[in-house]
C-alpha cells in the first residue's frame, strides 16, 4: 500500500499538484493510522494531508479511484435471469446470428453470462492499441475509444439490436424483450467502464512512473502561455515579488554613493579615525519618480496590464504619485479606483468593469482624449509609461501626441510583449512609436516586467 500512495502522490506532481516531502510523509502517517479497512476515512485522510488548494480538489477527485477503487463493473448473468422458455428463445436467437459475426461470439458470451474481461485480455488490448507508451492523461479518451473498438464493443451494440429483431420474430414478449434489452446494456456499461478504468489507471501509473520535467519558474512563462491556474498562482505572488522589489531599492540606495559630499556625515563616520576623513559620505539625491501609466487592456493584453498596475500599486512608497489610465478604444481614467481600494482588489474591479468586447484597440483616439483631459499630468519631473503592442487596428496612431508627451516628460517609455521583428506587421505602429520614446522594454513575461519596473525605479 506504501507504493500505492508513492505512485498516487508521483501522478498528482505530474498533474500539477504541488506536495512537498513533509507533506507525502503526513499522507503516509494518516493512512497508516486510519488503514485501509475504513475507504472513506482513508480518503478523507490522504485528500487533507495533500491537498491545500480548492482548485487541486478536482485533480484529486480524478485520480483517487484510479488508485485506490476496484475496477471490476457490476455485471450479472443474464440466462440465469431468464425463464426456460426464454432462455431457450434466446438461445436460438444468438446460434441464429453466430453465422453472421463469428469474431464476436467470445466477447458475446463474456457479455451474456456476465464476466469481466480479464487481465490478460485487457493487457493485450493495451499492447495493440500502443497503450504502454502513452503518459499522459489528456489521450485517455482516444485509448478508450480504441480499446473498445479493439474488443468489438461497438459491433456487440449492433449485434444486440439485431438479437432484439430476432427475438420479437419468434415471439417472445415486449417486456421480456425490454427487461433483456436492460441486463444487456448494464453489462455492456460494466464492460466499457472496466476499460475507462483500466486506461485512466494505466496512464496514472506510466505518469508516476515517468520522471518529472522540471517546472518552468512562473516568473519565466510567457504572458500568453500562462494556464488559468498559474495565472492565479501569480496574483498570489505579486505581493512577494513586490517586496523583493521593494528591498532590492532600499539596499540599493543605502549602497549608492552619489551627490555632493556631505561634511557633517563624513566628520561623525571618522571620529573613530581622529577626524581624519578616511571614508568620505555624501548626500544622496535619489529622487521618487512621478509616473502616468496608459495601460492597453484589450485581450492580447489584459494580464499584463492587471500585473503590471498591481506591481506598481504595491511599490507606491517608492514613487511620488502615480495616474493611471487604460484603454481599448477610448481612454478611461482610473487612478481613483486606486485610492479607495488595495491593489489586488482595485484591479479586478478596473478589469471587470472595462471588458473586452468586440470593439477595435485604438490608442490614437485614446491619446486624444489625454491630451484634451489629462495632459497637465505631465511635468518634466513625470515618466510616463505606456504598456501595449502598438497594434491599432489601422487607426490614426496620433504620432504628433506621442511626440508631444516625450517633449513634455522627463522620458516616455514603452512596455511592448512583442519582439522588435514583430513591429510594423499587420496593423503594428510600434516602430513609429518607438521614434518618440526614450526606450522601449520587451515585457513578454513578468520576469521581463518586474526588471522593468526595477530599472524605472533605480533610475528615479
Partial sequence: MDQRIVEFIRALRAAGVRISLAESQDAMYSAETVGVFHPEQFRAALKSALIKEASDQPTFDYFYPLFFASNQPPLQ??????????????????????????????????????????????????????????????????????????????????????????????????????????????????????????????????????????????????????????IEQIRDEIRRLAARL?????????????????PRRTLRANMRYGGVPLELRYRTRHKKPSLVLICDVSTSMRYCAEFLLTLIYELQDLVTRTHSYIFISDLVDISMAFQEHEPKEAVQRVLQENPPGYYNTDLGNSLRTFTAEHMNKIDHRTTVIILGDGRNNYNDPRLDIAQDMQRRSRRLIWFCPEPRVQWGSGDSDMHRYAAYADGVYLVNSLRDLANAVDQILADG
Fill in 77 to 230: 448473468n443474464i440466462p440465469d435471469q431468464l425463464s426456460p422458455e426464454e432462455q431457450q428463445v434466446l438461445q436460438q436467437a444468438l446460434e441464429a446470428l453466430m453465422g453472421q459475426m463469428q469474431a464476436l461470439q467470445q466477447i458475446l458470451q463474456q457479455m451474456m453470462r456476465g464476466q469481466a474481461f480479464t487481465q490478460e485480455q485487457l493487457d493485450q488490448l493495451a499492447r495493440q492499441s500502443g497503450l504502454n507508451r502513452a503518459d499522459e492523461m489528456y489521450q485517455r479518451g482516444w485509448f478508450e475509444r480504441r480499446l473498445s473498438r479493439q474488443a468489438g464493443l461497438p459491433q456487440l451494440q449492433k449485434l444486440i439490436e439485431m438479437l432484439m429483431e430476432a427475438l420479437e420474430q419468434m415471439g417472445m414478449s415486449q417486456a421480456a424483450r425490454a427487461e433483456l434489452r436492460e441486463m444487456m446494456q448494464q453489462n455492456m456499461r460494466g464492460l466499457n467502464e472496466q476499460i475507462s478504468q483500466y486506461v485512466g489507471a494505466t496512464l496514472a501509473q506510466q505518469m508516476a512512473a515517468k520522471e518529472p520535467e522540471p517546472t518552468p519558474d512562473l516568473l519565466d512563462v510567457p504572458f500568453q502561455a500562462l494556464s488559468r491556474q498559474e
Fill in 246 to 262: 521593494r528591498s532590492r531599492a532600499s539596499l540599493r540606495q543605502k549602497k549608492a554613493k552619489f551627490g555632493q559630499p556631505d
